[in-house]
């Protein structure tokens, strides 16, 4: 009787522990930067920038586009390319470079898969044990940030840099910080080594 009740326990206490785990793995999410750029152009003569206001879309999406977004990814942006060493400047005709940024939000479809009763713990999409899981479909939105640096005649793409989990959307709030890291991060490639490829 004892023996059953200690057997039922720790089956319990090892699948919450399972539980537990998933539910922490599941939140870890890494940014995923890429980065692309025109070979032709020579890097190394730029020194400044002047930033372009991205144009309002109409009927945007407002975690996509509004006034506070704005402000901080504005001061993100000049924040780290000037860190870079990359001089700001008011007139855009006297700027080697235009900075300006979009965000794109998508939605998506996540299957965490519930885990159900079972005859020991684990969960059977990892191979961890025989218990069952149910589908536990939710829609969420992801959102990529990307940073344009453009010619400042033409307006043509010079480098164009971009990340996914940087901005906070309505599923999941993002804090200040990991937005001025994902703009670092993304930054961090420019500018580009002549002797990569885009990726």
């Known amino acids: 009787m004892h023996e059953r009740k200690r057997a039922g326990k720790f089956g319990r206490a090892r699948w919450l522990g399972w539980a537990m785990l998933l539910i922490l793995t599941s939140g870890c999410r890494n940014i995923a930067i890429h980065s692309d750029f025109d070979p032709t152009v020579g890097f190394a003569s730029l020194q400044s920038f002047a930033w372009l206001e991205p144009p309002e879309v109409e009927g945007a999406d407002p975690f996509a586009d509004n006034t506070l977004l704005r402000?901080?990814?504005r001061a993100a942006i000049e924040f780290a390319l000037g860190a870079r060493g990359y001089r700001p400047v008011e007139d855009p005709e006297e700027a080697d470079f235009l900075a300006t940024y979009s965000v794109i939000l998508e939605e998506n479809i996540r299957d965490n898969g519930s885990v159900g009763v079972g005859s020991y713990g684990g969960y059977r999409r990892y191979g961890f044990g025989g218990v069952y899981s149910s589908p536990n479909i939710?829609?969420?939105q992801e959102s990529t940030l990307i940073i344009?640096?453009?010619?400042p005649q033409s307006k043509d793409l010079l480098w164009r840099?971009?990340?996914?989990?940087?901005?906070g959307t309505r599923d999941r709030m993002r804090s200040e910080e990991r937005l001025r890291d994902g703009v670092r991060l993304i930054l961090d490639r420019f500018p580009p080594d002549p002797s990569k490829t885009a990726s």
Request: hydrophobic content about 40%.
């Open 138 to 140: 939710r829609i969420y």
């Open 148 to 151: 344009d640096l453009l010619d």
């Open 161 to 167: 840099g971009w990340g996914s989990g940087i901005v």
């Open 71 to 73: 402000k901080r990814l």
